[in-house]
């Protein structure tokens, strides 16, 4: 199953780029949102090789994620690679210079399943697929948003 979706927004590439690999941010707002995230590389830079253990509650049941940064093209894009219980997932993020302060970010996932729950659950996720781009998008548009103002503090 792919689910990709965008947002351009009003800030240069590299510091797009900067605030889309600021990991300690991201780290600390999933832990906000009730995650267990535990850093399992000794990486003092974002780079390939940065890796997480996470564990967080979805739909009643605890799950257990790892991740892993495979790919790290500064500014231009970054990839990672994570497992689910059964589900394998590739996601990509893609930054593009509209114009020297601009920049259109681009994500990209893949989710394959190596069990038949894992299966079950892209099924019905493909069922409700419409829904969860419009959410994705939604909360795509709303983190745009965020960086921009965090930008405008910083300018």
Avoid: C
């Avoid at 510091?15 to 990991?23: I, R, S």
């Avoid at 991740?67 to 894009?77: I, S, T």
């Avoid at 394959?112 to 994705?136: C, V």
């Amino acid at each position: 199953m792919d689910i990709s979706t965008k947002a351009d927004m009003d800030v240069p590439i590299a510091q797009a780029f900067e605030m889309v690999t600021d990991f300690p941010r991201h780290e600390r707002s999933a832990m906000r949102r009730g995650a267990e995230i535990s850093r399992t590389d000794t990486l003092k830079a974002p780079g390939v090789g940065a890796a997480w253990n996470i564990r967080f509650e979805l739909r009643g049941k605890t799950r257990d994620m790892s991740l892993e940064v495979v790919e790290f093209d500064r500014p231009n894009q970054m990839a990672l690679e994570g497992t689910l219980q059964g589900l394998d997932s590739r996601i990509d993020v893609e930054l593009v210079a509209l114009s020297r302060t601009r920049t259109r970010l681009n994500l990209r996932a893949n989710l394959k399943p190596r069990t038949l729950t894992a299966r079950l659950l892209l099924q019905s996720a493909k069922l409700a697929s419409g829904n969860i781009n419009k959410r994705l998008k939604n909360r795509m548009v709303a983190y745009a948003e965020d960086m921009e103002a965090r930008y405008s503090k910083l300018a």
